[in-house]
């Protein structure tokens, strides 16, 4: 049963009129359910046991959503990589399947993708049952330990017939060999209807090599982008190559996912996009300036789903970073997917932006709803006090009325805080005098475990408009922040001692008005 609780507070800091429906929830506490240990994320996906990275081969097929994983079955930390997978039929809840693809004489199993191959070009199935085809890096320790650089990473294929439950090697592996480069992964496979061919994005070194193929098994290399383009801090992985139509016009447009790592404008792993036209041979992008896909820490390696419904192009990352991964303090388990989100285009000016929203699904997991109308904030306004469920994973939403963010009177900055009774918080805010978002966890850790966590995010923007709308998705040790039309986004974990269990809206050197918001509890996936 749901409770809705609306405040309405005129002109006046915190004098309330509380209109109450209905009783709270008798939930249970969730004491000896699984996955309920400190903090284990409740409404993210995270592996049963042990360590996860990037997601994996996800792809859409018969019903059903999978999401293999980069995963090390035996400790919390980075090992021998073999294929986790999960399967979901909302986005939302997930069930644990059987590690997929085992690493054997050829190397561990890397990052990489996979297809239905629904005319079954590579002679895997048959038309009646076409195959999943599955696109992986092999990369091989011994090479590697003898330091036989351009022998160590190769592109290689397994197949299912059964829905994904089981997975066989391709006997003709690598499908495609080195050509000579130290890092060469990551194979990311699509469909060109218009060339009628596959073809196969792969990090290599700083670059990404586009190959294709008629049946998934043949390469033939086309072209490569990236020299001079973007940002080259780091090694360049997990491409992603799709096409997104530009909302409110006919216009489509292809975009290509770049992670790479060092180098993300909060230190660490990141996520570059550009946006362009390819042809069947060729990427070709007039973009000049870098475009990052997310502004905060933890939101790596993210690809998208193949053959989702309606065309949809949704995305999971790694919510982690290379700086720190494998020391924060997890034993159970180690690593967590973002949420999912849609990822839609706009066209500003001249320039095209990627937007990212959590997928509607979430509401799958809605349980009672807050709400705020019209509430002047001046100082701090803990509204914690009215939500019941304030401590449990979150979906936020504020709309700040920021029409006057240039008269005297408007506040410096404004924002909202969670935080817990020992003094650790987590602030989301914007700076109204030097026009930028943050995300400040400084305080957010009880237990300092890398020098490289406790820090501020920012993203120069320019708010303009009436209102600000904010969203944050919030978990045990997530939030997810997505602003300015869906085109700001900000991924950030933390670890308080304690849960957070106290939300304060605050504004500094000011008054601002938040028009409208809401607080609505989501239910754990794992219940
Ligand atoms: C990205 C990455 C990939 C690689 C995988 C190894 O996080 O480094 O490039 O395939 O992780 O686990």
Same mark, same amino acid.
Request: aromatic share 14%.
């Given at each position: 049963?749901?409770?809705?609780?609306?405040?309405?507070? =005129?002109?006046?800091?915190?004098?309330?009129?509380?209109?109450?429906?209905?009783?709270?929830?008798?939930?249970?506490?969730?004491?000896?359910?699984?996955?309920?240990?400190?903090?284990?994320?409740?409404?993210? &996906?995270?592996?049963?046991?042990?360590?996860?990275?990037?997601?994996?081969?996800?792809?859409?097929?018969?019903?059903?959503?999978?999401?293999?994983?980069?995963?090390?079955?035996?400790?919390?930390?980075?090992?021998?990589?073999?294929?986790?997978?999960?399967?979901?039929?909302?986005?939302?809840?997930?069930?644990?399947?059987?590690?997929?693809?085992?690493?054997?004489?050829?190397?561990?199993?890397?990052?990489? =993708?996979?297809?239905?191959?629904?005319?079954?070009? =590579?002679?895997?199935?048959?038309?009646? *049952?076409?195959?999943?085809?599955? &696109?992986?890096?092999?990369?091989?320790?011994?090479?590697?330990?003898?330091?036989?650089?351009?022998?160590?990473?190769?592109?290689?294929?397994?197949?299912?017939?059964?829905?994904?439950?089981?997975?066989?090697?391709?006997?003709?592996?690598? @499908?495609?060999?080195?050509?000579?480069?130290?890092?060469?992964?990551?194979?990311?496979?699509?469909?060109? /209807?218009?060339?009628?061919?596959?073809?196969?994005?792969?990090?290599?070194?700083?670059?990404?090599?586009?190959?294709?193929?008629? /049946?998934?098994?043949?390469?033939?290399?086309?072209?490569?982008?990236?020299?001079?383009?973007?940002?080259?801090?780091?090694?360049?992985?997990?491409?992603?190559?799709?096409?997104?139509?530009?909302?409110?016009?006919?216009?489509?447009?292809?975009?290509?996912?770049?992670?790479?790592?060092?180098?993300?404008?909060?230190?660490?792993?990141?996520?570059?996009?550009?946006?362009?036209?390819?042809?069947?041979?060729? &990427?070709?992008?007039?973009?000049?300036?870098?475009?990052?896909?997310?502004?905060?820490?933890?939101?790596?390696?993210? @690809?998208?789903?193949?053959?989702?419904?309606?065309?949809?192009?949704?995305?999971?990352?790694?919510?982690?970073?290379?700086?720190?991964?494998?020391?924060?303090?997890?034993?159970?388990?180690?690593?967590?997917?973002?949420?999912?989100?849609?990822?839609?285009?706009?066209?500003?000016?001249?320039?095209?932006?990627?937007?990212?929203?959590?997928?509607?699904?979430?509401?799958?997991?809605?349980?009672?709803?807050?709400?705020?109308?019209?509430?002047?904030?001046?100082?701090?306004?803990?509204?914690?006090?009215?939500?019941?469920?304030?401590?449990?994973?979150?979906?936020?939403?504020?709309?700040?009325?920021?029409?006057?963010?240039?008269?005297?009177?408007?506040?410096?900055?404004?924002?909202?805080?969670?935080?817990?009774?020992?003094?650790?918080?987590?602030?989301?805010?914007?700076?109204?005098?030097?026009?930028?978002?943050?995300?400040?966890?400084?305080?957010?850790?009880?237990?300092?475990?890398?020098?490289?966590?406790?820090?501020?995010?920012?993203?120069?923007?320019?708010? *303009?408009?009436?209102?600000?709308?904010?969203?944050?998705?919030?978990?045990?040790?997530?939030?997810?922040? &997505?602003?300015?039309?869906?085109?700001?986004?900000?991924?950030?974990?933390?670890?308080?001692?304690?849960?957070?269990?106290?939300?304060?809206?605050?504004?500094?050197?000011?008054?601002?008005?938040?028009?409208?918001?809401?607080?609505?509890?989501?239910?754990?996936?794992?219940?």
């Amino acid at each position: 049963m749901k409770t809705t609780y609306v405040y309405l507070l =005129s002109m006046l800091f915190l004098t309330t009129a509380c209109l109450q429906t209905k009783s709270k929830d008798n939930e249970e506490s969730g004491a000896g359910n699984k996955f309920q240990e400190k903090f284990r994320p409740q409404v993210h &996906f995270t592996p049963q046991k042990h360590w996860m990275n990037d997601p994996n081969g996800m792809v859409y097929y018969k019903g059903e959503y999978h999401l293999f994983y980069q995963h090390y079955p035996e400790k919390s930390v980075w090992g021998p990589m073999h294929w986790g997978h999960a399967i979901s039929t909302d986005l939302v809840h997930w069930e644990h399947m059987p590690i997929a693809i085992y690493p054997d004489s050829l190397g561990y199993i890397f990052s990489g =993708s996979a297809v239905a191959d629904h005319n079954n070009t =590579s002679g895997l199935g048959t038309k009646e *049952n076409p195959p999943l085809v599955a &696109f992986f890096t092999y990369h091989d320790m011994k090479a590697e330990k003898e330091g036989r650089f351009t022998e160590i990473e190769s592109q290689a294929i397994a197949y299912s017939l059964d829905k994904g439950r089981t997975w066989t090697k391709y006997k003709g592996n690598p @499908v495609v060999k080195n050509p000579g480069i130290r890092d060469f992964r990551d194979p990311k496979v699509i469909w060109h /209807n218009d060339s009628k061919q596959w073809i196969m994005s792969i990090a290599s070194g700083q670059v990404i090599k586009f190959y294709s193929s008629p /049946n998934c098994l043949d390469w033939t290399y086309l072209s490569e982008f990236g020299e001079g383009r973007g940002e080259h801090g780091g090694v360049w992985e997990c491409p992603d190559l799709f096409p997104l139509q530009v909302k409110g016009s006919n216009e489509t447009k292809w975009v290509l996912i770049v992670n790479i790592n060092p180098g993300g404008p909060a230190g660490g792993s990141a996520t570059q996009y550009f946006v362009g036209d390819f042809n069947g041979k060729e &990427f070709i992008s007039a973009q000049s300036k870098t475009q990052w896909m997310d502004y905060g820490k933890d939101n790596y390696a993210g @690809v998208t789903w193949s053959n989702a419904p309606e065309s949809r192009r949704i995305l999971i990352g790694w919510m982690n970073n290379w700086e720190y991964a494998g020391e924060k303090p997890c034993i159970e388990w180690s690593g967590a997917a973002t949420f999912p989100r849609e990822l839609g285009l706009v066209k500003e000016l001249d320039t095209y932006l990627l937007t990212s929203e959590p997928v509607k699904e979430i509401e799958k997991l809605y349980g009672e709803k807050v709400e705020f109308i019209n509430q002047d904030i001046k100082g701090i306004m803990t509204i914690s006090d009215r939500i019941p469920f304030a401590k449990s994973p979150v979906d936020i939403r504020l709309r700040f009325d920021i029409a006057d963010k240039t008269k005297m009177g408007f506040p410096s900055k404004y924002g909202i805080t969670l935080k817990n009774s020992r003094g650790e918080y987590i602030t989301v805010g914007y700076d109204n005098v030097d026009s930028f978002f943050y995300v400040d966890r400084t305080n957010a850790v009880g237990e300092v475990f890398s020098e490289k966590f406790a820090l501020t995010h920012i993203v120069p923007f320019i708010a *303009n408009g009436n209102y600000a709308d904010w969203r944050i998705v919030v978990d045990k040790t997530s939030l997810e922040f &997505f602003a300015a039309d869906n085109k700001v986004v900000i991924t950030d974990l933390y670890y308080p001692t304690e849960d957070f269990d106290i939300i304060e809206i605050f504004a500094e050197n000011g008054q601002i008005r938040l028009g409208e918001a809401s607080i609505t509890e989501l239910k754990s996936i794992w219940k």
